[in-house]
């Protein structure tokens, strides 16, 4: 199959090019220039409409029903930071066989203490919904450590996820892994060929991840300023990794409204399921974050990008919300209020996040690459919201939908 999209603008992941071809060819896409005499069998017109790589999800947690809604809403892949075996081998193998859901990647199970974060939310409804009544692996220590790592690798994991967490920044305590245990779980991961990500929500415990040896924290941190921001953005910078942003993720953990403008949005409300729908009313407890969490999350955004660190979107999306799909869409609306260009939102939904983990066949239009694609009514790189106005959607050459 051969789909011809004419005269669209194309914002191929890092820059915006207007009135171009793009070909797609089975599930690749491919110089737009088509021999002679090579039958193109649908043609689509792209005036007025801008094509985008498929978007990649960069914090996620993936359970049934998750990954075709991502799907309905452009984001192509997903990146799963934390799941138990029974749930993460159906999501897997789902992401493999079909054609109508997101594609996936997963650490697997999250490495913390006993006792500690995310084990304080594991209510008999989580696991449940992780289709476990076991909860997660824990490390004490080295050995544990070392153990866990072994045990990912046996499960197929992409990269590895640990928490520093101790839940101070929200008055509570929370058992951690020390400084010397992250370390020992870089040193496994790495040893694996693993990258590793922390899951952080303040500066001190960024910074205790930066000093193991992490390449990328899940979240942005939530109780720096204003004025404090320049100053760590500038010692994130040092150590040469990425961040996840996950503002969507620490407003809805505060409790701000602001993320239900989606349901008032009739381009999203359209496409989003019920179940969806629902989480905007839900309340969360027991989750570690500042009270100021967004407008320092958003400074802190502002800054590392000053700081030429790289911002990837991010959602931590999970069936009690944040949505999956749609919450990329707003975290896409909250990353330009927090002083980034669309373009630069843009990139950091894709090509930026597939360079950081290393999918290089996706996070770009350019010939060769996976046929993830997105196109949109009207042109995004101007107004970031226009990426909701979906009119298609290819994952791997497949359509998805039209209107």
Request: aromatic share 4%.
């Given at each position: 199959?051969?789909t011809?999209?004419?005269?669209?603008?194309?914002?191929d992941?890092?820059?915006?090019?207007?009135?171009?071809?793009?070909?797609?060819?089975?599930?690749?896409?491919?110089?737009?220039?088509?021999?002679?005499?090579?039958?193109?069998?649908?043609?689509?017109?792209?005036?007025?409409?801008?094509?985008?790589?498929?978007?990649?999800?960069?914090?996620?947690?993936?359970?049934?029903?998750?990954?075709?809604?991502?799907?309905?809403?452009?984001?192509?892949?997903?990146?799963?930071?934390?799941?138990?075996?029974?749930?993460?081998?159906?999501?897997?193998?789902?992401?493999?066989?079909?054609?109508?859901?997101?594609?996936?990647?997963?650490?697997?199970?999250?490495?913390?203490?006993?006792?500690?974060?995310?084990?304080?939310?594991?209510?008999?409804?989580?696991?449940?919904?992780?289709?476990?009544?076991?909860?997660?692996?824990?490390?004490?220590?080295?050995?544990?450590?070392?153990?866990?790592?072994?045990a990912?690798?046996?499960e197929?994991?992409?990269?590895?996820?640990?928490?520093?967490?101790?839940?101070?920044?929200?008055?509570?305590?929370?058992?951690?892994?020390?400084?010397?245990?992250?370390?020992?779980?870089?040193?496994?991961?790495?040893?694996?060929?693993?990258?590793?990500?922390?899951?952080?929500?303040?500066?001190?415990?960024?910074?205790?991840?930066?000093?193991?040896?992490?390449?990328?924290?899940?979240?942005?941190?939530?109780?720096?300023?204003?004025?404090?921001?320049?100053?760590?953005?500038?010692?994130?910078?040092?150590?040469?990794?990425?961040?996840?942003s996950?503002?969507?993720?620490?407003?809805?953990?505060?409790?701000?409204?602001?993320?239900?403008?989606?349901?008032?949005d009739?381009?999203?409300?359209?496409?989003?399921s019920?179940?969806?729908?629902?989480?905007?009313?839900?309340?969360?407890?027991?989750i570690?974050?500042?009270?100021?969490?967004?407008?320092?999350?958003?400074?802190?955004?502002?800054?590392?990008?000053?700081?030429?660190?790289?911002?990837?979107?991010?959602?931590?999306?999970?069936?009690?919300?944040?949505?999956?799909?749609a919450?990329?869409?707003?975290e896409?609306?909250?990353?330009?209020?927090?002083?980034?260009?669309?373009?630069?939102?843009?990139?950091?939904?894709?090509?930026?996040?597939a360079?950081?983990?290393?999918?290089?066949?996706?996070?770009?239009?350019?010939?060769?690459?996976?046929?993830?694609?997105?196109?949109?009514?009207?042109?995004?790189?101007?107004?970031?919201?226009?990426?909701r106005?979906?009119?298609?959607?290819?994952?791997?050459?497949?359509?998805?939908?039209?209107?």
């Amino acid at each position: 199959m051969r789909t011809l999209i004419r005269n669209v603008r194309v914002f191929d992941g890092e820059r915006t090019v207007t009135g171009a071809d793009v070909l797609i060819d089975g599930d690749r896409i491919a110089e737009p220039d088509a021999p002679a005499g090579v039958k193109v069998d649908v043609k689509v017109d792209g005036t007025g409409k801008t094509l985008l790589p498929g978007l990649i999800d960069a914090h996620a947690h993936a359970f049934d029903g998750d990954l075709a809604e991502a799907l309905r809403f452009g984001v192509t892949t997903e990146l799963d930071m934390n799941n138990l075996p029974p749930t993460l081998a159906v999501q897997r193998r789902l992401a493999a066989e079909r054609d109508d859901v997101a594609d996936l990647r997963s650490s697997g199970m999250v490495a913390t203490a006993p006792g500690g974060h995310p084990t304080q939310i594991m209510t008999e409804d989580v696991l449940r919904a992780f289709g476990s009544d076991t909860g997660l692996d824990t490390v004490a220590d080295a050995d544990q450590a070392k153990a866990f790592v072994a045990a990912r690798v046996d499960e197929g994991a992409d990269y590895l996820k640990i928490a520093v967490d101790d839940g101070a920044v929200s008055g509570m305590r929370l058992p951690v892994i020390s400084p010397e245990l992250a370390a020992v779980l870089v040193e496994a991961g790495h040893s694996a060929g693993l990258k590793v990500i922390a899951h952080t929500v303040t500066a001190r415990e960024a910074l205790i991840a930066l000093d193991a040896g992490v390449d990328g924290l899940a979240h942005l941190y939530t109780d720096v300023d204003e004025e404090g921001a320049e100053d760590m953005a500038a010692r994130v910078a040092a150590y040469d990794v990425f961040v996840a942003s996950t503002i969507t993720y620490v407003e809805a953990v505060s409790g701000d409204p602001y993320g239900a403008e989606l349901l008032r949005d009739p381009r999203v409300a359209a496409r989003m399921s019920e179940r969806s729908k629902a989480t905007f009313s839900r309340e969360f407890t027991g989750i570690p974050m500042h009270a100021q969490g967004v407008v320092n999350a958003s400074h802190a955004a502002s800054a590392l990008l000053r700081a030429g660190v790289p911002l990837l979107a991010g959602t931590d999306a999970t069936p009690f919300g944040p949505v999956h799909g749609a919450g990329l869409h707003h975290e896409l609306l909250m990353l330009t209020e927090a002083g980034l260009t669309p373009e630069q939102a843009l990139s950091a939904a894709t090509s930026l996040t597939a360079r950081c983990f290393g999918l290089s066949d996706r996070g770009r239009i350019a010939p060769g690459l996976r046929a993830d694609l997105l196109l949109v009514d009207g042109d995004p790189t101007s107004d970031i919201t226009a990426t909701r106005a979906i009119a298609d959607v290819w994952r791997a050459g497949v359509r998805q939908s039209q209107g």
